[in-house]
């Protein structure tokens, strides 16, 4: 086979195999993306062959609680009718841990389970201890005072004498490890035992202690595995599809998923929804903007401003009045009908009435907003901040000797951030399955398509050329042919004598 050969059959070769490569490249054009989304959501429905079931059944990130309370400065000039002093302190930080049992796969293509939580105390990420003494309301006294305006005077006599009698005042100075997790009181087993539906816990009080070593309810979700379009959304909480907590339908009704993971393939028009069983109600949030999270593109998403407005300022809130101003939330229907409001952190986002009457609150975006930062492909949280505060409704009841003369004002107690980030191998193995595979295939495709295309311009370029060499042959062979025929006419013209009278005409090379 000679060099000519040779190099016409590499250009053929070359030639198919480009062909081949922009075949492909065409293809994958075509089907990637479709493989890309069966693979995502082969990987983020709850089920156990799934990449994420494990990251769903027992979460790997770590998240951490951190409780910030408001030391009250003059408890005894509040009894006198003057405005609330408080300083913050804090955080005093917890290691959250959450895990699932009881998971039973159904028929109708959910899964019911239970989320348990048990919180550790991290004194080196902590500003204080636990046995941080903290002056702040008294809960039971103060709150049943509340509950007990309308009743009769002769009642509210016998409850300021239980008061006396049980040491019970308007303020108390507890340890944090007692305000979170629970402290015995023989008040507490006295209303118990003559009150046993008033307080739904029988043994210690504290303002977390249902929430550590116990769970959440029984949640029962949509798992996607035969239906995706309903991923992840509660189907049920507690067995039922909606509570009766509020005053309207809509406001009662459980929305969204259980704010652990969205469905996959988010826009920005999208918005999360999920149900807290803490503020007893659905929740919606907003998307804000773009953004990145170690090299991860994420949405951020943030709470509206009407989340905590009450019925005047959004009417679709109306169902969780009786409200106050505006930025506070009424929970006492879901905690034993204590006066217990929600909000933001110093009471950011709500009326300027809330923090003008409190001294010592700085409301601030930066520091008391809330955020999601989801990776909107999968629908997975990767950094998670939300923030809430816990406050109480207190005023002076005519028959108690207790409040003395507080005027009516919603007392911040504490706020808290539960917060947690996607790390370590937990974050390479989602990187490098969910993020950088079907990046790489994604490019994949058009690679493939521009190699085949360069190298289908081989033969044509070679074949170009060969046409362009095989015309300049033919054509300086087609001259040099004229030229000898010229030479040779010339060569005659010289040897024949010329007729007399006529012009030799010189012969042109």
Known sequence: ??????????????????????VLGIVMIAAVPSIIKQQILKNVRIDPGSLSFSMWKEIPIP??????????????????????????RGPY????????????????????YREYRNFQFQPDMSNGLESDYIVMPNILALGASVMMEDRPMSLKLIMTLIFTTFNQRAFMNRTVGEIMWGYEDPFIQLINKYFPDMFPFKGKFGLFAELNNSDSGLFTVYTGIK???????????????????WHSDQCNMINGTSGQMWAPFMTPEYSLEFYSPEACRSMKLVYEAQGTFAGIPTYRFKAPDTLFANGTVYPPNEGFCPCLESGVQNVSTCRFNAPLFLSHPHFYNADSVLAQAVLGLDPSEKEHSLFLDIHPVTGIPMNVSVKLQLSLYIKAVKGIGQTGQIKPVVLPLLWFEERGSMEGKTLEMFYTQLVLLPRVMRYAQYVLLAVGCVLLLIPIVYHMRSQEKCYLFWSSSKKGSKDKEAMQAYSESLMTSAPKGTVLQEARL
């Not at 060099?3 to 070769?13: I, L, P, T, V, Y």
């Not at 239906?227 to 907590?245: M, P």
């Open 227 to 245: 239906n995706f379009s309903r991923i992840h959304l509660v189907d049920k909480w507690n067995g039922i599809s909606k509570v009766n907590y």
């Open 93 to 112: 930080v917890y290691r959250e841990f959450r895990h699932k049992r009881n998971i039973t796969f159904n028929d109708n293509d959910t899964v019911s």
């Open 63 to 88: 998240f951490y609680f951190s409780a910030y309370f408001f030391d009250i400065i003059n408890p005894d000039e509040i009894l006198k009718g003057e405005k609330p002093q408080v300083r913050e």
């Open 1 to 22: 086979m000679g060099s000519r050969s040779r190099a016409r059959w590499a250009a053929g070769a070359l030639g198919c195999f480009g062909l081949l490569c922009a």
